[in-house]
């Protein structure tokens, strides 16, 4: 029984593993699992959901999916006891979203039941790092010197947490650019290489950008004065698209006009639909490497 909670607990080699999995199953190969996966989304989504839905589904487990409202997580039972009755229940993996932070990343190692963290509040989301990676590296070939740029809320981004991990790991050089308000106090576990209060001078730095969308719902205080002034100080305006190297990313989901101009959303630089048709072949991959290896 093997989980991911964190990128961190990802080596090397499960990653090249990973990879070549990845492509396996992107290029048509058949493998299968059997058994039960639970689907518990005590957040919204639309990409992750369905593409573990159907990554699950492609490799023969049968899903039962629980969303917000529908589990006796309401009634005040906790996230441990709720694994360990899906876990009675004979379910083999339980892939969880949840509004809170699982930490230590081995917090629920010992309770016998593989467990995939689809993003824990603004802590991490492991899958979604891993599918940025490979569609950065399907891109590049390699990420090695290769300047990155997240663009956005990064303070409350946990695919910036989890990506950057990932992202380090294979050299690249990070740089993040956003309202001060919105960038940690304390770079320094993310390995970040530059910090950027003008996007227009981030961009002439970036090879490639990764935009992330203002998670308004975990906003404790103002920290942007209005999204119209947001969009014109740090979105992807149709004067900044020029001045993208080659391709921008974005984990979805956009806020047209916020984040990027609903124009360029699936313009020809943008490698976004290829982020989300990628992360359903990271997904399976993933499944068959904690279950099955
Ligand atoms: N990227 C991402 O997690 O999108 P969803 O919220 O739609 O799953």
């Not at 390699?142 to 300047?147: D, I, K, P, S």
């Not at 650019?177 to 003008?198: A, K, Y």
Request: charge should be negative; proline fraction near 3%.
């Amino acid at each position: 029984m093997r989980s991911l909670l964190c990128a961190s607990q990802l080596s090397q080699e499960d990653i090249r593993e990973l990879y070549r999995l990845y492509k396996s199953f992107k290029g048509g190969e058949r493998k299968s699992l059997e058994g039960n996966a639970a689907l518990l989304f005590l957040e919204s989504s639309t990409r992750t959901r369905f593409s573990f839905q159907l990554a699950c589904e492609s490799l023969g487990l049968r899903t039962y999916y629980a969303g917000r409202h529908e589990t006796s997580i309401e009634k005040g039972e906790s996230f441990k006891d709720t694994l360990l009755t899906l876990k009675a229940l004979g379910f083999k993996v339980v892939i969880f979203r949840v509004p809170f932070t699982i930490y230590p990343c081995n917090a629920y190692e010992d309770l016998g039941i593989s467990l995939i963290n689809a993003g824990d509040g603004s802590h991490e989301h492991p899958t979604q790092g891993l599918l940025d990676l490979f569609t950065l590296l399907d891109v590049f070939g390699t990420l090695e010197g290769l300047n990155i740029l997240y663009v956005g809320d990064i303070l409350h981004s946990r695919v910036f947490r989890s990506g950057s991990y990932l992202l380090k790991m294979h050299s690249a050089n990070l740089g993040v650019c956003g309202p001060r308000t919105l960038i940690p106090s304390d770079l320094t576990p993310f390995g970040v290489d530059r910090v950027f209060d003008h996007v227009d001078e981030a961009l002439e730095w970036a090879h490639v950008v990764i935009y992330l969308r203002l998670q308004e719902e975990r906003f404790k205080e103002n920290y942007i004065a209005s999204k119209e002034s947001y969009f014109l100080q740090f979105g992807l305006t149709k004067e900044r698209y020029q001045k993208v190297k080659t391709y921008f990313m974005h984990p979805g989901p956009v806020n047209a006009y916020v984040d990027i101009d609903g124009e360029l959303i699936h313009s020809e630089k943008s490698l976004i639909l290829q982020q989300v048709e990628k992360g359903l072949y990271t997904r399976m991959a993933l499944l068959y490497y904690l279950l099955e290896y």
